[in-house]
């Protein structure tokens, strides 16, 4: 092996977190298991061929945030929200032959939920704790604090690297998550002489299906459902003419401030404004769709029902943008506090079922001394 080659893994190895190195490090283990204890019954070319797989697989992560890495003669900065987003921003900009010269911050917050304090440590780690307690898959995201820490600071180093002439396109739709987003990316940016221009790709997405499907419509509720023609469209007909003043960019940063001191962890966008709400706030509207959803038994109690299949229901039936992960937690709040039974381990939507608690009898309403 070649120096130059074992910089470039040295390299790559440094750029993960520590959740990343543990699961890469488990990922070789399993594999060098498979290998000695393999029977004869699966070639050894096929079982050689995973520890390929796991080099590829983490080159191109790294490969990826090196696309990020923002070049001091960028003319364009695109922020978008969310890694779905993201990843059909990038997959754009290499389309159009742009990528050298334009580059993606991803702020990737579900803002519409949890504790929103980010600008100090101490507002970071309580998010990160309650996220950690009540929402599933932020497990599968960090296995630490500092992983939070250390991805929370490669966004401030991306924000700090953006050049003077570029010039900082935030693409948010009229949904919770973005709306707030909006609000923090602009208190980020407030001290940069950048100009700042605001599109809704939503919007002109909608815009291109009109145009596509004369007498129809389409809505979006947030730009992660946008493809990539969709994309591709609302960047080629973006207006960038459309700078936010001086006055609107320190009336949202006041914003941004006034949203991450308040205490709440459920917040909506309600006819055009962002107001907290209580933690509860849909639990009627998953009760009602657990119940269009359950069958009934012979003896008129309701069955078990899938809790993926409830959480799926409410989520395509909604027209905000909350997150099913918001949802599935309530679910498991309302098992925890006796509104619902639970049938399985709720360790995930997809292993456990729920229904409406079965009412008792008469006889259990007595206390016997």
Not at 165 to 172: D, G, M, P
Request: net charge negative; glycine share 6%.
């Amino acid at each position: 092996m070649e120096v130059e080659d074992i910089l470039r893994i040295k390299g790559m190895v440094a750029q993960l977190s520590a959740s990343e190195r543990d699961y890469y490090l488990h990922q070789f283990l399993a594999q060098t298991n498979r290998l000695q204890t393999a029977d004869g019954e699966v070639p050894a070319a096929d079982l050689l061929n995973g520890y390929v797989n796991l080099y590829e697989n983490l080159l191109h992560r790294t490969e990826r945030r090196q696309l990020r890495q923002i070049h001091p003669a960028c003319t364009h900065i695109h922020m978008v929200f969310g890694d779905s987003q993201g990843g059909i921003m990038q997959m754009v900009l290499e389309s159009t032959g742009v990528s050298e010269w334009q580059k993606i911050i991803v702020l990737p917050e579900n803002y519409a939920i949890g504790p929103l304090d980010l600008d100090t440590e101490e507002g970071r780690a309580l998010r990160s704790t309650w996220l950690e307690n009540n929402i599933a898959e932020h497990r599968d995201y960090y296995s630490e604090q500092s992983d939070l820490e250390q991805e929370y600071s490669r966004l401030l180093d991306q924000i700090g690297s953006i050049p003077p002439q570029s010039q900082i396109i935030i693409w948010a739709d009229d949904n919770e998550v973005e709306e707030i987003g909006l609000r923090h990316a602009v208190s980020l940016l407030q001290k940069l002489p950048n100009p700042i221009v605001l599109c809704n790709p939503c919007a002109l997405a909608e815009e291109k299906y009109a145009l596509d499907h004369p007498g129809a419509q389409c809505e979006y509720r947030y730009s992660g459902e946008l493809g990539l023609q969709q994309m591709e469209y609302a960047l080629q007909h973006r207006n960038e003419s459309a700078v936010l003043s001086s006055q609107y960019k320190q009336q949202l940063a006041a914003e941004w401030r006034e949203l991450s001191s308040q205490q709440s962890v459920l917040r909506i966008l309600d006819e055009g404004q962002i107001r907290q709400v209580a933690p509860d706030y849909f639990d009627q509207d998953i009760l009602q769709r657990l119940d269009t959803v359950s069958n009934h038994s012979e003896d008129g109690q309701y069955e078990f029902c899938r809790a993926a299949r409830v959480i799926g229901e409410v989520y395509g039936c909604s027209d905000r943008f909350i997150g099913d992960a918001y949802y599935e937690y309530r679910l498991r709040e309302m098992i925890y506090s006796g509104v619902l039974e639970v049938q399985g381990i709720p360790a995930g939507m997809r292993y456990y079922s729920v229904r409406r608690k079965v009412q008792s009898s008469w006889m259990d309403r007595f206390v016997f001394e």
